[in-house]
């Protein structure tokens, strides 16, 4: 195998580890598995537990962060396709993006909290509007 070839399947087999940790670590993130990241990783991020008390949910960077996270992938990203002509790719890049703009733009109002009280105050509403009648 020439050196091409080998560093080649080398970062496809790097690709195709990264897949498969992604999917365990969504599939099996809670199980003995994952195990080592809560007890040798977590603590460094959450001292006092998975997640202490007063850290709001809902808080607008998260919000702000996918927003932004989409459109640096998205815009570049089209553009040198449609620049190419590669027009295939520009299609799924804006079929892709649809499907994850529109729960980001039916979510921004729930996104709102600046603070702990915005984030109690939220999670309530969420939490009533959600429960039936």
Wanted: net charge positive; aromatic share 18%; charged share 15%.
């Amino acid at each position: 195998m020439d050196g091409f070839r080998f560093w080649q399947r080398w970062l496809m087999g790097v690709g195709g580890f990264l897949v498969l940790f992604g999917l365990g670590m969504v599939l099996l993130e809670e199980t003995a598995v994952f195990a080592p990241f809560h007890t040798y990783i977590d603590p460094v991020f959450w001292p006092g537990g998975r997640r202490p008390p007063g850290v709001p949910d809902f808080q607008r960077w998260a919000w702000n962060c996918a927003f932004v996270g989409l459109l640096v992938w998205f815009l570049p990203d089209a553009v040198v396709s449609l620049c190419y002509r590669v027009y295939l790719n520009a299609g799924l890049n804006a079929f892709l993006f649809v499907l994850a703009i529109f729960p980001l733009l039916f979510t921004r109002g729930y996104f709102r909290c600046r603070d702990t009280e915005d984030a109690e105050r939220t999670t309530r509403k969420t939490a009533s509007s959600a429960t039936p009648q």
